[in-house]
């Protein structure tokens, strides 16, 4: 009786096996995000921030453009005395320090929006690829173009994703 038992649990196991061949699935996150109505709200709040760094900058060239050309006429002019021209030099300087530091912290500021921007949307993205993971019955779901290699049998969920987030 245990020799039947076991005799059939063995023939029947690779078919359950082949049965239940685990799922892969691939997701373009970049196609999803594109399709959501988010995505042109966050470039148009970040295209302002960036006018906005960027107008705050030009100011700051061309007064350095302009300290900068009423240096070379000081320099031109024997007259002056050298401690005045040293002093212009170094407000010069002291300004383009200011500017590059302006730069730096305008980009850095830019790229915190960015990702406070991008934070909620990304979470949705990533709740509905779980989601149709799980009612899809996925073991994994990588994101295109991961993988160096990808069989026929892994199935593109985009649509699938786009579907669960009401998207075209």
């Known amino acids: 009786m245990i020799k039947k038992a076991l005799s059939a649990l063995l023939i029947a196991l690779p078919m359950m096996v082949a049965a239940q061949a685990p799922k892969f699935g691939t997701v373009s996150v970049e196609t999803v995000f594109d399709a959501m109505p ?37 320099d031109q002019d024997a007259s002056t005395p050298q401690a005045i021209k040293e002093r212009r030099m170094q407000e010069i300087q002291e300004l383009n320090k ?42 994994f779901i990588f994101p295109d173009g991961l993988s160096v290699y990808q069989s026929a049998d892994v199935v593109d969920v985009t649509p699938l994703v786009k579907t669960k987030l009401g998207l075209k």
């Open 38 to 74: 988010e995505k042109a709200t966050i470039q148009s709040q970040l295209e302002t921030a960036s006018k906005t760094y960027e107008d705050e900058y030009k100011k700051l060239a061309d007064e350095l453009d302009k300290k900068y050309a009423e240096y070379q006429q000081l």
């Open 98 to 139: 200011r500017a590059t530091q302006f730069a730096q912290t305008a980009q850095q500021d830019l790229q915190r929006q960015q990702q406070q921007l991008m934070a909620p949307v990304e979470e949705k993205v990533m709740n509905a690829v779980k989601a149709v993971g799980q009612e899809q019955g996925f073991l």
